[in-house]
């Protein structure tokens, strides 16, 4: 007589092994991409076994164990940005990796006893969606209440800003007007719908959250820049200088930006033979100078390369960030540096994450670190950035003289 509990329990190894396999190979599992062994296997192994228990004859079931592996799994699932799709092509992807391996073994037992083994097996990976949805619902909500927390921060911050600088506020007001009315309406009808709905069925509004969450980061991110430029302005932005491993701060900035241009296929680049071992800097100044060149060049170039370069030049050393995009007109080229300054004919394509200040707030972070930025640029061929920063910043000099500077 066949125990399929210890069948399964012997078996779990080649199970998650070719389960896993088989989520790096599914193209509609975007976010398993990159991920290592262990954090896609996650706490499947802890599901096996409790799935064991409930296929024994003589063994208890675990239930507990199922639920909390089940639940863990959602958690981890929505910190990792998974969308409920893709996590349901997991778990789809699992009960078959299940009943493969099981094959050889139902093929020698009565109809009776494989009807036995589909209906528990089919019976315990449904609990575990459930379970693993309901607390992925449950992060997401966390994390949209902590959002919530930081536009209020953010809000009231704003709201002292706007006193003293309206001119540029009213421009940032219409920026803000979008994202802002999606995530009242889409607060709104999720409000209205959990009212009306069982906690067993709230993950079906997932998608409202989504789409609170993903306007409401972009909103973030509108504020955050805005605030930087303000800062700026204001004179409040001050500098930390340190020694800094310039390659090892660029390479993160690559690290983490590297998902956003395998999504438009682009290929980054970066020659770093020549850049100097180490500087005088404020690392987090210079960082935000790389990644928003660096991301903004990515999201310009709709087909290609980014090229990233470093040269030392005597007492001063330079970072050219280069690309193959669609090229800024020669008549643009001297406003491309001023706040909420937009280019007419961009399609709109390019601009779906654009807040309009990343390039201002890369002109006044280099004018901080008393450097200069220089623009190359052919329509059609591509343009390239390229900041030429003294190898080690004076941190006594004040950000008035880069604001006179600038006038």
């Known amino acids: 007589m066949f125990d399929f509990s210890q069948i399964l329990l012997d078996k779990s190894n080649t199970i998650i092994d070719n389960w896993i396999e088989a989520v ?17 296997r996650n706490h499947v192994p802890h599901v096996l076994e409790a799935m064991a228990t409930v296929l024994s004859k003589t063994t208890e079931d675990d239930i507990q164990t199922l639920i909390e592996a ?39 037992v009565s109809s009776t006893e494989v009807i036995r083994v589909f209906r528990l097996i089919d019976a315990v990976v449904d609990d575990a969606i459930a379970r693993c949805f309901q607390s992925y619902v449950e992060e997401r909500l966390r994390e949209l209440q902590h959002l919530q927390s930081q536009l209020t921060l953010h809000n009231q911050e704003l709201t002292r800003l706007i006193r003293a600088n309206q001119e540029n506020f009213s421009h940032l007001a219409h920026e803000l007007k979008n994202p802002l009315t999606s995530i009242i309406g889409y607060s709104d009808l999720f409000i209205r719908l959990q009212n009306k709905t069982d906690i067993k069925d709230n993950y079906k509004n997932i998608e409202h959250i989504e789409r609170v969450l993903r306007n409401g980061r972009h909103l973030l991110r509108l504020i955050n820049d805005a605030l930087e430029i303000s800062r700026y302005e204001a004179g409040k932005m001050t500098l930390h200088p340190a020694p800094t491993d310039v390659c090892a701060v660029i390479q993160d900035v690559l690290d983490m930006l590297q998902p956003m241009a395998q999504a ?71 406003r491309i540096f001023e706040p909420y300054y937009r280019i007419d004919d961009i399609p709109k394509s390019h601009l779906p994450d654009s807040t309009g200040l990343g390039l201002a707030i890369v ?45």
């Open 24 to 40: 790096r190979r599914d193209r509609q599992i975007e976010s398993a991409e990159g991920m290592c062994y262990t954090a896609i």
């Open 70 to 108: 089940s639940l863990v799994h959602g958690i981890h699932r929505a910190e990792e940005g998974f969308d409920p799709s893709e996590i349901a092509r997991e778990y789809r992807l699992l009960r078959r990796a299940i009943f493969s391996a099981l094959e050889p073994d139902l093929q020698q």
């Open 264 to 334: 438009k296929n682009l290929q980054i680049t970066a020659d770093l033979a020549d850049a100097p071992l180490e500087v005088i800097t404020d690392a987090l100044r210079f960082q935000q100078i790389v990644t928003n060149l660096v991301s903004n060049a990515i999201r310009y170039t709709p087909s290609g390369s980014v090229t990233v370069r470093c040269n030392s030049l005597a007492d001063k050393w330079a970072i050219a960030v280069s690309d193959t995009g669609i090229g800024i007109a020669p008549e643009d080229q001297p």
């Open 363 to 407: 002109s006044r972070l280099v004018k901080l670190l008393q450097g200069e930025i220089e623009l190359v640029s052919q329509i059609g061929i591509g343009s390239t950035f390229t900041v030429i920063l003294p190898v080690e910043v004076n941190e006594r000099s004040g950000i008035g003289d880069y604001r006179s500077a600038s006038k």
